[in-house]
């Protein structure tokens, strides 16, 4: 038996994410026999920078923890804010909220998509699937400037007007968007490579889903069913139908931002300056991110600034069974195992 | 199951804790010594199941904070206990949860509180 180390900066692992992670893995004639993650490198004590400013500079903090869910985090944390402070956001801003939540989302997963592809050495796909989520990235630079929507939700609405041209663009986005999964169907999901590297591997039951608090996509391929997604070709658990999953939910968001894309009129945001101070209380708010329920804890204090603030990840879940899901694999599995977790380091390290 | 019903049960599996009713849910506290008992209560508890751990915290550097879930009911209850002394350690709840491990580990690193049974620190 031999001993193998392996760090993100030779082997490609959880490419998908942001931040560094190492692996610790035992082999035996190429079967992994022990499996440690491990991880903390880069812990950036956002939390605690989020409790020294004024709430409304938080924001940019808190939407720092996943860049791949930029929106979603600064969602869960304004809608705690929100709630704290009797905030109403307006019908017009909540719609905009929408859109870009759900932008957010198929871009997310289409990144996924793109790790898998590279996982498997289909380079081809992966850079299709790169060009893809460039046009996401684009409306997000048109509506904001940042292409990975940082600043576009704040608390009390959204930055900005969304304007003619940027719903005219989300509307040939969208159009693109079904072309690509059709396309997607025929050269990716219909791909024998694909079919049996993915089959059969890393089952995750319903069970441990339960007993780990893995949410999202991760459960959901699970036969493990929160809120109003669609449920996926196949619920059986194994790493096929976690990717087939999130491809159900790319045809999902892609009909949910066409229903909002009739926007009321009225103000898209209400003013909330620094020195704006909820009263004191606790609130628990949460959101269905790319990769799950993202939850924040937000403990206010009567002045402009948050007692405490604590993001949940829901990487953090998944993660925490990557240990179990590798052993018995095939070592050259394991960066495939952990790419179709769809884990973000970025907001485990947050 | 109405607020009302939900807070009958946390009365009768928690006699001891001191409950605030809050507008946006139901806070436990209880003392350090019977911090692992209550969690044991309520995870177990067949009419309340609260079998969900969201968060595991410290407050203001004194309290530890629960964040439990259940598929039951529709209230958030929380559950907090003050951080033992220095010498003193308070129970893990890895056994119940899993996913505990790396938040006592941060309770550990961040706030110094020590776990007792915890397997990451």
Redesign the interface.
């Known amino acids: 038996m031999s001993t193998t180390i392996i760090h993100e900066s030779n082997l490609m692992l959880a490419s998908s994410s942001a931040g560094y992670h190492g692996l610790i893995l035992e082999e035996d004639g190429g079967i992994i026999t022990k499996a440690k993650i491990k991880f903390g490198y880069t812990h950036r004590q956002l939390e605690a920078c989020m409790r020294a400013v004024p709430y409304t500079m938080a924001n940019a903090f808190a939407e720092k923890a996943d860049f791949l869910a930029a929106p979603f985090y600064a969602f869960v944390y304004s809608a705690a804010v929100e709630a704290v402070g009797n905030i109403i956001v307006p019908p017009r801003g909540k719609k905009i909220r929408s859109i870009l939540l759900e932008l957010c989302r198929i871009q997310s997963h289409i990144f996924f998509l793109s790790q898998i592809a590279r996982s498997l050495g289909l380079t081809q796909i992966h850079q299709f699937c790169l060009r893809e989520r460039e046009k996401y990235c684009d409306l997000f630079e048109l509506y904001c400037g940042s292409r990975l929507g940082f600043g576009a939700i704040l608390i009390g609405g959204v930055a900005e007007e969304s304007t003619d041209g940027f719903l005219f663009k989300c509307e040939k986005t969208l159009r693109d968007g079904r072309e690509f999964l059709i396309e997607i169907q025929e050269a990716f999901i219909n791909n024998p490579i694909l079919q049996s590297r993915l089959r059969g591997l890393a089952y995750i039951r319903k069970e441990v889903v339960m007993r780990l608090g893995i949410t999202g996509p991760n459960a959901r391929a699970s036969g493990v069913f929160f809120g109003d997604f669609p449920s996926g070709s196949l619920n059986n658990g194994d790493s096929l139908s976690r990717f087939s999953q999130r491809v159900e939910e790319i045809k999902h968001s892609l009909n949910a931002v066409e229903k909002e894309l009739n926007l009321p009129e009225g103000a898209y945001s209400v003013d909330v300056d620094d020195k704006f101070s909820p009263r004191k209380t606790n609130v628990l708010t949460n959101v269905e991110g790319p990769r799950g329920q993202i939850n924040v804890l937000l403990f206010s204090s009567g002045n402009n600034r948050a007692e405490q603030v604590r993001l949940v990840p829901p990487s953090y879940a998944s993660l925490r069974h990557v240990d179990d899901l590798l052993l018995g694999v095939h070592i050259d599995d394991a960066a495939l195992i952990i790419n179709s977790l769809d884990i973000s380091f970025s907001e485990v390290d947050r | 199951m109405h607020k009302e019903q939900v807070l009958a049960l946390l009365k009768q599996e928690a006699p001891n804790a001191k409950i605030d009713i809050?507008?946006?849910?139901i806070t436990l506290e209880v003392p350090s010594s019977d911090w692992l008992s209550t969690i044991e209560k309520l995870y177990n508890s067949p009419q309340l199941k609260l079998?969900?751990?969201?968060?595991l915290?410290v407050?203001?550097n004194t309290f530890l904070?629960a964040?439990l879930g259940s598929e039951l009911i529709n209230e958030?209850v929380?559950i907090s206990c003050p951080a033992p002394s220095s010498e003193n350690k308070i129970p893990s709840i890895q056994y119940l949860?899993?996913?505990a491990?790396?938040f006592e580990r941060e309770i550990f690193s961040v706030w110094g509180i020590k776990i007792e049974g915890a397997e990451s620190p």
């Open positions: 809050a507008e946006f849910g079998k969900k751990l969201k968060v915290t407050r203001a904070w964040e958030r929380s949860w899993p996913l491990d790396w």
